[in-house]
């Protein structure tokens, strides 16, 4: 299993980001994907989930309204579209498969939300 993110970086409060997690390694449309971020001092939170279809979501309710998670299984492809953001949302987001009892993690990207 490999998932790698990308699309990080620094934006303004307000601003929008897109990350992008490619994954292989396994048969990626059977699966749900979640994306995890972490905020130094903080443990690391679920922000978004999505089922192996695409076809139902969840969030947090600090980004509900303002984050979208989706995919394309023909891709191996996971993204979150994070719009109007805040400071608090700096953190190292990371992509998340959860296999059975296993959880397997990208390297993660910085958000980083300052004015």
């Known amino acids: 299993v490999q998932l790698v993110e990308s699309g990080g970086g620094l934006v303004q409060p307000g601003g929008s980001l897109r990350l992008s997690c490619a994954a292989s390694?396994?048969?990626?449309?059977?699966?749900?994907m979640n994306w995890y971020r972490q905020a130094p001092g903080k443990e690391r939170e679920l922000v978004a989930h999505i089922i192996s279809t695409g076809g139902m979501t969840n969030y947090v309710d600090s980004v509900k309204g303002r984050f979208t998670i989706t995919r394309d299984n023909a891709k191996n492809t996971v993204w979150l579209q994070m719009n109007s953001l805040k400071p608090e949302d700096t953190a190292v987001y990371y992509c998340?498969?959860?296999?059975?009892?296993?959880?397997?993690w990208g390297q993660g990207t910085q958000v980083t939300v300052s004015s």
């Open positions: 390694g396994f048969t990626f449309s059977r699966y749900a």
């Open positions: 998340n498969l959860r296999l059975g009892l296993r959880d397997y």
